[in-house]
C-alpha cells in the first residue's frame, strides 16, 4: 500500500474488546501476567505480552508499527524525545575506544551530547565538515555515523548515498536523523542507511502538543538500541504522548504537502524581495543542494532561512513585527514559526563554531506551517516594511 493509507491504517487495529476504532490510550504502569507460569515465560523472552510500561505498552507498540511500515523498517522504537533517541543510539551501538563520526553541523543537543557527554564514556567524536570530506577521509576505526538530511537551521543537505559509501568503507554503521523530512519525503533506510531517527516533536507528531522521539532499522540493531532506550537509560514516551503522536502521524502526508507549498510559495516571494538579503531554500533551484534533494526526497521541506542586512537589531525589528509567525523555538508544527538562532538555539555556541554552522547575526530562521501561503505573505511583506 501506498504512504497515504499506511499512516492512516498501518499498525492499527479495531479493538477486538470493545470495537473502538482508535488504538485506546493504556494508562497503565503494569500489566498482570495472571498466573507464575506465564510471568517466567514473559520474563524469559518465551512469550510475548506486556509487562510494565518501561519496556512496553499497547498503546506504543500500535505507533511503532505503524512507523516501522512507514520507513520500511523492520522495527521501530519510539522514545521520550528526539534527544532520547539520539543517545539510545550512541550508547546501545559505540564501546569504548570507538569512533563516532559526524557531518557539520548537527542539531545543537546533539552536538552537545556527543561533545560534553558521550566523550566521556570513552568514545572518540570526530568532525567532518561535508559528505566528501566523510567519504575521503573516514577513519577505520569508526563505528557510528550521524547525519542530517537537511541541516539546521543553514539548510545544508548532505547526500545520504555518500554517507553511505563512507559508512561501507570501513563497516561503520550510518544513522540519518531525518527530523526535517520525515519518511513521506525520503526513506533513508531505503537509500541504504543502517538506522533513521526522528525528533517525533517535530513534523511526526505536527501541533506543537508532544516531546518524542523515533528510531527504525533492522530487528539486529533495534533490539540494541530498544534495551538501552527502555531499560537501561529509561526514557520511554508515556501513552498520552503515544496517542497524541500517532494521531499525529495519520495526517503526515496532509500537512507535509501544505507545509512544501507554502515553503515554495514563500521561498519565491522571499527572493523577490529587495529588503532580504539571502534566501536559503532547498527547493530553489539556486540552493547548492537542490539537485542532491530532488534525487533522494520528493520534496524540499518546510524550512527557509534568511538573512536580513543589520545583524540582531534588523532581525529583533523584523521578528517583533511579525503577526502571524509566533517568536518560538522548535519547528513544523501547523504554525509558523520565526527565530533568530545566533541569539537563542546556538547562543551556547562558541563565536567559531557558530559560524561553522552558518548561523550569523542576519539570520532568521522560519518554520513555514499550513496557513494560507498568502496570509504568511502578507504577514512578512508588512513586517520587512
Ligand atoms: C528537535 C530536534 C532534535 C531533538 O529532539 P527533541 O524531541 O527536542 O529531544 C534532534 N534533531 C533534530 C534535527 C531536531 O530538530
Known amino acids: 500500500m501506498k504512504f497515504k493509507t499506511l499512516s492512516v491504517h498501518a499498525g492499527q487495529q479495531v479493538d477486538p474488546q470493545t470495537g473502538a476504532l482508535t488504538t485506546p490510550v493504556y494508562q497503565s504502569s503494569t500489566f498482570s501476567y495472571f498466573t507464575a507460569e506465564e510471568g517466567k515465560a514473559r520474563f524469559g523472552g518465551q512469550n510475548p505480552g506486556f509487562i510494565y510500561s518501561r519496556f512496553g505498552n499497547p498503546t506504543t507498540a500500535e505507533l511503532e508499527q505503524k512507523l516501522a511500515a512507514l520507513e520500511g523498517a523492520e522495527e521501530a522504537l519510539v522514545v521520550a524525545s528526539g534527544m532520547a533517541a539520539v543517545s539510545a543510539i550512541m550508547y546501545a551501538l559505540a564501546d569504548s575506544g570507538d569512533e563516532v563520526a559526524f557531518v557539520d553541523p548537527l542539531y545543537g543537543g546533539t552536538d552537545a551530547f556527543l561533545k560534553q557527554t558521550l566523550v566521556r564514556a570513552g ?13 575521503d577521509n573516514i577513519s577505520a576505526n569508526t563505528k557510528v555515523i550521524l ?21 561501507n568503507k570501513v563497516g561503520a554503521i550510518s544513522v540519518c536523523d531525518n527530523t526535517f523530512l520525515t519518511p513521506y519525503l525520503m526513506q533513508p533506510l531505503q537509500l541504504g542507511v543502517d538506522l533513521v531517527m ?24 533495534m533490539a540494541k538500541v530498544r534495551t538501552v532506550a527502555l531499560k537501561h537509560i529509561g526514557s520511554p514516551i508515556g501513552p498520552q504522548e503515544a496517542y497524541l503522536l500517532q494521531r499525529g502521524v495519520k495526517t503526515l502526508p496532509l500537512r507535509m504537502d501544505a507545509h512544501l507549498h507554502n515553503a515554495q510559495q514563500l521561498a519565491q516571494f522571499l527572493q523577490s524581495h529587495p529588503g532580504v538579503k539571502k534566501v536559503v531554500y532547498p527547493g530553489l533551484a539556486s540552493h547548492p543542494g537542490h539537485e542532491v534533494l530532488k534525487d533522494v526526497s520528493r520534496g524540499f521541506g518546510g524550512m527557509i532561512s534568511i538573512e536580513l542586512d543589520g545583524g540582531f537589531g534588523a532581525c529583533a525589528r523584523f521578528l517583533d513585527k511579525l503577526e502571524l509567525f509566533t517568536q518560538a523555538v522548535s519547528l513544523g508544527d501547523l504554525e509558523s514559526l520565526a527565530c533568530h538562532p545566533a541569539s537563542t538555539t546556538h547562543a551556547a555556541m562558541s563565536a567559531e563554531a557558530r559560524a561553522a554552522a552558518g548561523v550569523n547575526d ?20 508588512q513586517a520587512l516594511a
Open 362 to 381: 542576519d539570520l532568521v530562521r522560519l518554520s513555514i506551517g499550513v496557513e494560507d501561503a498568502d496570509d504568511l505573505i502578507a504577514d512578512i511583506r
Open 147 to 167: 547525519f542530517e538530511t537537511v541541516t539546521n537551521p543553514n539548510l545544508k543537505v548532505i547526500d545520504p548515498r555518500k554517507v553511505v559509501a563512507a559508512a
Open 123 to 135: 568514545i572518540t567524536v570526530t568532525r567532518y565538515g561535508s559528505d566528501q570530506e566523510l567519504l
Open 198 to 221: 526522528h525528533s517525533g516533536t517535530k513534523y511526526l507528531g505536527g501541533h506543537g502538543d508532544i516531546i518524542a522521539g523515533v528510531v527504525a532499522g533492522r530487528t539486529e540493531l
